[in-house]
């Protein structure tokens, strides 16, 4: 039996997917999640998972470089991002990652099928777009972009945090371990470091101090 966690925050397109791999994939166990906390959660909650589909851009701040941080804790799982993107930085920076393959959303069910079996199979799936996308960029520079969300947090540097990322991060501002996190959240501290991960991603920081001190910033300019 395989288990496969398909997250995406379009319904439809969840469902449609589901309904391709259950056909032609002999005994799958297909779970839902529309938000990157509700995979992380049934990733934990079903392991062992076979395959996490993630969609790039989904809520939870996901990113090919935050999935960095994800890979070690889950051994037995293979990765691939799903996307509307077909960019050649994207494509590359989910490779880079060290994620086992990259699936666009133009692709036919059958391409996508067949990705999906590649992976299971133990083999890195590299779309054929992508010698399209170089070609439609070979005029630009070949090295990974930064994290998109890798803008000067202001204002609105806290928007774009999950509510539990928020949790996380206050609890880290007050100086909690990431096992005294895992106990007062009720997580798995694997969850507990992916989160943390994801949080000092997205607000640009280093380290735990630099995050209790940005975020004292911004609840002051926020109280003004």
Not at 111 to 131: D, F, K, T
């Amino acid at each position: 039996m395989s288990r496969i966690v398909v997250a995406d925050d379009h319904g439809l397109y969840r469902r449609g997917l589901r309904s391709a791999l259950t056909a032609v994939i002999p005994n799958a166990e297909i779970f839902e999640a529309q938000n990157f906390d509700t995979a992380v959660f049934l990733l934990e909650d079903k392991a062992p998972v076979a395959l996490a589909i993630l969609d790039l851009h989904m809520p939870g701040l996901l990113t090919p470089e935050v999935l960095v941080d994800v890979l070690p804790n889950y051994p037995a799982t293979r990765f691939v991002i799903i996307s509307g993107s077909e960019t050649r930085s994207d494509i590359l920076a989910t490779l880079s990652a060290g994620l086992h393959g990259y699936i666009a959303k133009s692709q036919s069910d059958e391409e996508v099928v067949h990705a999906v079996q590649e992976i299971l199979a133990g083999r890195i799936y590299v779309p054929a777009l992508l010698s399209q996308a170089s070609e439609r960029q070979r005029m630009q520079p070949a090295e990974i972009p930064a994290p998109r969300n890798g803008r000067p947090v202001g204002m609105g540097g806290l928007d774009g945090l999950t509510q539990r990322q928020r949790a996380v991060l206050k609890l880290m501002a007050e100086g909690f371990s990431n096992k005294e996190i895992a106990r007062e959240l009720q997580i798995a501290e694997a969850t507990t470091k992916i989160h943390v991960a994801a949080v000092m991603r997205h607000l640009g920081v280093r380290n735990r101090t630099e995050a209790a001190v940005l975020l004292k910033t911004l609840l002051t300019k926020r109280a003004n």
